[in-house]
């Protein structure tokens, strides 16, 4: 998310989980019952306010979202976030993420009201994800900066037990998931006590990727990866050929989520699940109602 970013709960997946009739069944949108809510991994929307046409307060994208079945709610940068931290609590919903931009060539290299808001997060799980800029992409001459700047955020994060995670960015020197697992490999070496993890982020693989090299990357990534983001997507080969789209509703495009989800069903993925909303246009509700109904389907909810 550079404010460019454009910027799911799986249950214990049966064999016919993903079946066509499945993937666009036409379940009821209404609220999932706390029984199967239990059964999923948490499914928190982010961005969904970056495009929305109807423009909602944050009190009213909490209420939406909680109408409509999530878990969590992500949130961009640091201005109004014990906002929203106060909003979610009414409509029992976490705030999963918070997304922070790091730039390693200034000074200072990230806002410095970081330890005066955190505290509102205190107790909630929060992930603390990193966009990190400055340099070119996966250069790793800037990597030994990197790692003591990422430590300066974590030990203030640490206070408020919010755990840093790193977000890869088409664009951004953290670019490739590739660039996340050697950051985070290098750091939990140096700091052992003081862990990090790593996300993958669909709409950003797409860009720079190709489909065959999925498993790989995921394999790759999992024995730090904390989080993972999805939307409708084509495939990376349609975009980086500029006949794709790679942010979506849920249960749009030409890749195949159920696959996916598979996939992380392999690795024995266990964090939570975003829906990527950014960049989608027209009326909020309408994309989610669709996107959340395509993801109870794929549960088999």
């Known amino acids: 998310m550079v404010f460019k970013i454009f910027c799911v709960p799986i249950i214990l997946l049966s064999g016919c989980l993903f079946s066509a009739e499945m993937l666009f069944a036409d379940d009821s949108i209404q609220k999932t019952s706390q029984k199967n809510l239990q059964k999923t991994l948490p499914f928190f929307a982010l961005c969904m306010d970056t495009h929305d046409e109807k423009h909602r307060t944050i009190e009213q994208q909490n209420e939406m979202l909680s109408q409509l079945g999530f878990d969590g709610v992500a949130h961009l940068w640091l201005k109004g976030l014990p906002e929203r931290v106060a909003s979610a609590k009414k409509y029992s919903l976490n705030v999963t993420q918070v997304y922070f931009q790091v730039n390693l060539d200034a000074n200072p290299p990230f806002d410095q009201d970081l330890s ?162 950014y960049g989608i246009r027209g009326d909020a509700q309408e994309h989610l109602t669709r996107s959340i109904k395509t993801w109870r389907s794929l549960n088999g909810l």
Not at 211 to 230: G, H, R
Not at 233 to 245: A, V
Not at 246 to 269: E, H, M
Request: charged fraction near 25%.
């Open 116 to 277: 005066k808001v955190l505290p509102c997060l205190k107790g909630q799980g929060t992930q603390l994800a990193l966009l990190i800029n400055g340099g070119k992409p996966s250069d790793i001459s800037r990597d030994e900066k990197a790692v003591e700047i990422i430590n300066q955020i974590n030990e203030t994060a640490k206070q408020s037990e919010v755990q840093v995670v790193l977000y890869p960015h088409v664009g951004a020197w953290l670019e490739k998931v590739a660039d996340t697992v050697r950051i985070a490999e290098k750091f939990n070496k140096q700091y052992p006590n003081r862990k990090i993890g790593v996300m993958f982020n669909l709409c950003h693989w797409t860009a720079i990727d190709k489909s065959e090299n999925l498993e790989q990357v995921l394999t790759l990534a999992e024995p730090y990866l904390k989080s993972v983001t999805i939307n409708g997507s084509d495939t990376p080969e349609e975009i980086q050929s500029k006949k794709g789209n790679r942010l979506q509703p849920l249960d749009s495009g030409s890749f195949n989520i159920a696959t996916f989800l598979s996939l992380l069903k392999k690795i024995d993925y266990q964090g939570p699940v975003g829906l990527q909303c």
